[in-house]
């Protein structure tokens, strides 16, 4: 069975500039999480989505980070604009369903903002 | 509101020894929790988790885990560890309900030869 896919695995930008995160569940995997770990910390969520409907955005900073899951399956996370505090690993999730407890990860992408 | 605390940020040990990796977990409802481990430049592994039953639950590299209710713990344990075991430590609170986790800061774990 496949695992979590990312991409890219790494990225460095300028502040003010844009980028954006792609992922790739498990097959058939219902929820997908978002995370923000930055260093010494442990990830923080910032966005889950059940198919392709989001079920809690409530730490998505949405004035500039925003996220969507076309079609239930892979899902893109953006910044626009990049700031320095963005720096960061972003992690991406995935779980069966809502009687699976158990979460997969990607390998995650780091992206560090100049 | 749900919260985690792993109060060792790091915890040296020489190799062969005992370790125990601390966690304390705040919630007022059932929680499901969790242990994840995180090599360099790698996403998070679960290690092993604490659903239901038996409050003591292992991994299959040697590590175990007691759920404790009373003191709202889940401390991870290994009788001899490795070098290889060297890695980041995360304990993790699923509360039924919210469908979300909660992730404590992580304990970086460094085995000496």
């Known amino acids: 069975e496949a695992g979590v896919a990312q991409s890219p695995r790494y990225k460095i930008i300028e502040k003010r500039q844009s980028v954006a995160f792609w992922c790739n569940p498990i097959s058939g995997h219902a929820t997908l999480y978002w995370y923000q770990q930055i260093l010494g910390q442990g990830p923080k969520l910032l966005i889950q989505f059940q198919n392709n409907g989001v079920v809690d955005d409530s730490q998505l900073p949405k004035d500039r980070f925003s996220a969507e899951r076309l079609k239930g399956v892979d899902s893109t996370l953006k910044i626009q604009p990049a700031k320095l505090e963005d720096s960061a690993v972003y992690l991406c999730?995935?779980?069966?369903?809502?009687?699976?407890?158990?979460?997969?990860f990607g390998p995650g992408t780091r992206l560090t903002v100049t | 509101a749900q919260s985690v605390t792993q109060l060792d940020s790091q915890v040296p040990v020489f190799e062969e020894a005992p370790v125990e990796l601390r966690c304390n977990y705040s919630?007022?409802?059932?929680?499901?929790l969790f242990w994840y481990v995180q090599y360099p430049n790698q996403g998070l592994q679960l290690l092993l988790k604490y659903l239901s039953g038996s409050t003591l639950v292992e991994s299959i590299n040697g590590f175990e885990a007691e759920f404790n209710k009373s003191q709202t713990s889940f401390h991870l344990r290994k009788p001899s560890v490795h070098i290889s075991d060297t890695a980041e430590y995360f304990c993790?609170?699923?509360?039924?309900?919210?469908?979300?986790?909660?992730f404590g800061t992580g304990t970086r774990l460094k085995v000496l030869a």
């Open positions: 919630s007022s409802v059932s929680v499901y």
């Open positions: 993790a609170v699923y509360t039924s309900g919210t469908y979300k986790y909660i």
């Open positions: 999730a995935s779980r069966a369903g809502t009687d699976s407890y158990e979460q997969y």
